[in-house]
């Protein structure tokens, strides 16, 4: 399918790496020309030649100041930015109990202040030029918090009411601003989180299987389609059917 979005200038935020560097070579397929970062420059190397004709920019989104710096770098690499997919790494797991009070900050400023702040600085340009996409990579944990995630659920939770909210406010600019949460997808991220074997975790699994990064990857280029016009405001969950609630 044709998404109607070759030559538009994408940035993916934390894209070395599992379901980030799908988003990004879903776009990149698309006919985008998509901004690849990372923390080093190591795994920059080692993720741009998986992404067709990506410019890589290095930067740490994990304060709203590496957030804004790197945003300022890709507006100037690309000419502007037409899509926006905001992605960070996940704060380190706890629970109540074992999380000090201080660790709020921190994942706080990582997985929603610095993701706000990066949608305050292309938000203006979406609006001059009436057409825009932003997508963040969140979790279904926003709707069902995840056991020993407390950082995580919080932080999330905190950036789905800012994105829906911020939807209202620019639907009549022609950009649309939606959230697609992962499931349980075969990531390092997963991988490092879990103790258990692959084969158990497919086990919990409706499909039997855990979901696959590039099938994640092209749910989000589909979000920042042409077809998707009018689809924003919604947070989708696409987790092989584990999520059940009907809200």
């Known amino acids: ?12 935020a934390a ?6 560097l799908a988003t990004a070579v879903a776009l990149a ?18 993720a741009v030649p998986k992404v067709a004709g990506s410019i890589p ?18 507006a100037e690499a690309l000419g502007g930015i037409d899509i926006l997919i905001t992605n960070a790494g996940g704060p ?8 000090d009070i201080t660790a709020y900050a921190a994942a706080l400023e990582m997985n929603l202040v610095s993701m706000a702040a990066m949608c305050k600085k292309v938000v203006p340009g979406m609006q001059a030029q009436h057409w825009g996409r932003i997508v963040a990579i969140t979790s ?16 999330r939770s905190g950036l789905t009411s800012l994105l829906k909210t911020l939807a209202l406010e620019v639907v009549g ?11 349980l997808h075969l990531t390092p991220r ?8 692959v084969e158990d975790l497919a086990a919990m699994q409706p499909t039997g299987r855990i979901g696959d990064a590039v099938d994640f990857g092209q749910v989000v280029a589909f979000l920042c389609s042409e077809q998707a016009n009018y689809i924003t405001g919604v947070s989708i969950p696409v987790d092989g059917g584990r999520f059940t609630q009907l809200q």
């Open 1 to 12: 399918m044709d998404l109607g979005i070759t030559g538009k200038r994408a940035v993916v």
């Open 15 to 20: 894209s070395t790496s599992g379901l980030g």
């Open 29 to 46: 397929d698309a006919g985008c020309t998509v901004v690849v970062n990372g923390r080093t420059e190591e795994r920059l190397a080692a």
């Open 57 to 74: 920019i290095a930067g740490d989104l994990s304060t709203r100041e590496g957030a804004e710096t790197f945003i300022d770098a890709a």
């Open 92 to 99: 380190p797991p706890g629970n109540f109990a074992q999380t």
């Open 140 to 155: 279904t944990s926003v709707h069902t918090p995840m056991p020993n995630l407390i950082l995580s659920n919080t932080a």
């Open 173 to 183: 600019d022609g950009i649309t601003v939606n959230t697609a949460q992962p499931g």
């Open 190 to 197: 997963v991988t490092d989180l879990n103790t258990g074997s």
